[in-house]
Nanobody
Framework: QVQLVQSGGGLAQAGGSLRLSCAAS????????MGWYRQAPGKQRELVAG?????GKHYSDSVKGRFTVSRDNTKFYLQMNMLEPEDTAVYYC?????????WGQGTQVTVSS
């Protein structure tokens, strides 16, 4: 069974930075679409950044210019800069492994003002 395992996250002050990583039990390059989602208390899960089929990157308006998504041969990353209290949420990585949708376990990110 293909798995995504997340690391990173934690507590940061407003204006600070954190990096999330997502490792796969198979080659990360075998995932044709990957994304980072987040879910704040009482809110729906939302896509914040992703890499599409042809490698194009996309970001939600709320994180554009502050977050950067990337991947190498082994991991998928989300670099979060200029963090804001509104970024506080549980973050999830996601990938499509062929037709299989795979989610990471979730990582708490808390930004204090």
């Amino acid at each position: 069974q293909v798995q995504l395992v997340q690391s990173g996250g934690g507590l940061a002050q407003a204006g600070g930075s954190l990096r999330l990583s997502c490792a796969a039990s198979e080659s990360i390059l075998a995932f044709n679409v990957m994304g980072w989602y987040r879910q704040a208390p009482g809110k729906q899960r939302e896509l914040v950044a992703g890499i599409g089929l042809r490698g194009g990157k996309h970001y939600s308006d709320s994180v554009k210019g502050r977050f950067t998504v990337s991947r190498d041969n082994t991991k998928f990353y989300l670099q979060m800069n200029m963090l804001e209290p509104e970024d506080t949420a549980v973050y999830y990585c996601h990938g499509n492994y062929g037709r299989v949708s795979v989610w990471g376990q979730g990582t708490q990110v808390t930004v204090s003002s």
